[in-house]
């Protein structure tokens, strides 16, 4: 196959990994241009003590047939050799008011559950299953970009997923704390409010509900390092080039036309297509000159909510858990005392327990991590007053979870191999995020009728990608918002858009 136009991407993440790889199956000269000493960005695994602890991954929507989303993963490489775990419960909680709570993927047997705690709550409970039921029954196509869908294409979709789409318009403004206000049973409402953020829209937490009940979200066995290697391999086995270690400071700009980036050792790349697949603020604020963006992007940068920041705790435990059921999210307890993290303070904590990952630790050992929302600021803050103030605050937090874990697994505290703290400061310097930002936009009521734009009227041949132009974070929005950048350069090249497994 031979050459034609010339793309840099900046990022290499999913959604910098996913451009690349469909813009060599589309025949374009691709070079991504990586911070870090290796791809992946926030989606990575590291080693310690042994441990591979996984950093991102909790499951992969698309992972088995029922979704496009898996023919885009098989287009992307990485179901070729990936063992997949599929986990019977979405999270487990732990003494909420002297009950265990289990929020299994199998719709009826949640049913039958959540009727055993509060029968009182029929009614809502019996309306939770049927969304979550009329949901695996759909499927919203991703064939095109959203940019490129005329009217005839949108009335197909919701003409063929009518009552899932019916599901969605109810709950899309409506979040979470807002539905769970509906029980009657103060157990099933404080479950909810612990299931993620309480603010995002309900809508999110349904479809979430179904890709579990449809078997077709499993867990990849290696975790988020695993991942990323199959998606790197891909990209460099159809010959895309990979620059690891180079920050961009500019992106080139001649007659309003992208023309390439200059990277901090002040070279100038230079290329037919741009794609920014990095912090949005960033590109928006440093890498681009200003007044590139229109005014509704601003605005979205200015008002909607994003993810908080978290502090990451991993732990490598000396013993097994044969006894945890595993799951998605982990398993939730109550804390013996509020917990402050930042200006963030936690009554449960959900800890996931890798007893289903034996890649993850050595054998007969354990590894453990847990997520806990908090600030930059306070940890920006803490970080300039120096080392020793900010290793005390790691500390103390990586402390008061392992005592709370003594709690619920009595002899833990003896059987560490390692603790570890990432903050968001972490996340700043790995990753080059904003705030240290781990998702990008939470899918709140309001962000979910937003729409992001992913280039400008004032700029040709410049894309972006990312979490940054979709709501809701995770792995398949990012992968597609970059076979979406391809897709509209294509329709500019005049060309017709592959996404064949086989480079042509």
Known sequence: MKDSQKINIIGGGVAGLAAGIYGRLNGFDVTIFEMGQRTGGVCNSWEIAGYNVNGSIQWLVGSAPGIDFYKMWKELGVLDDMDFHYHDSFIEYKNIQGVD???????????????????VDARLIGDLIHNIKLLSEANLTIGRAFDLLHAGNWTKV??????GADVLEKYNHMSVRNFAKKFKSKIIKKAFENFWSPDMSMSFMLLQLSYAA????????????RFMEQLTKRYTDLGGKLVLGQKVTKILIEKNQAVGIQTEDSICHYSDYVISACDGTTVLLNLLEKNRADERTMDAYRTLETFPSLVYFSAGINRTFEEVDSSIIGLN??????????????????????????????LRKTLVTAILDSDYEYWKKLHDQGEKPYSKEKSRIGKELLKNLEREFPGISGQVDFIDIATPITYEKWTGNHNGSYKGWLPTPESTKTKISRHFPSLKRFYMAGHWVATGGGLPPAAYSGREAIQEICISEKILFEADTILK
Do not use: C, M, W
């Not at 289990?102 to 509060?118: C, E, K, V």
């Not at 449809?214 to 390092?225: E, W």
């Not at 936690?346 to 890798?354: D, K, L």
């Open 101 to 119: 709570v289990h929020f299994y993927t199998d719709p009826n047997r949640l049913q039958q559950h959540l009727l055993s705690i509060s029968p």
């Open 158 to 163: 919701f003409t063929e997923n009518i009552f």
């Open 214 to 225: 449809n078997r077709i979200a499993g867990y990849p066995i290696g975790g988020s390092g």
């Open 333 to 362: 307890i109550p804390l013996d005392r509020k917990l402050r993290v930042g200006n963030f303070k936690h009554q449960r904590v959900s800890f996931q327990i890798y007893n289903f990952d034996p890649t993850t630790s050595p």
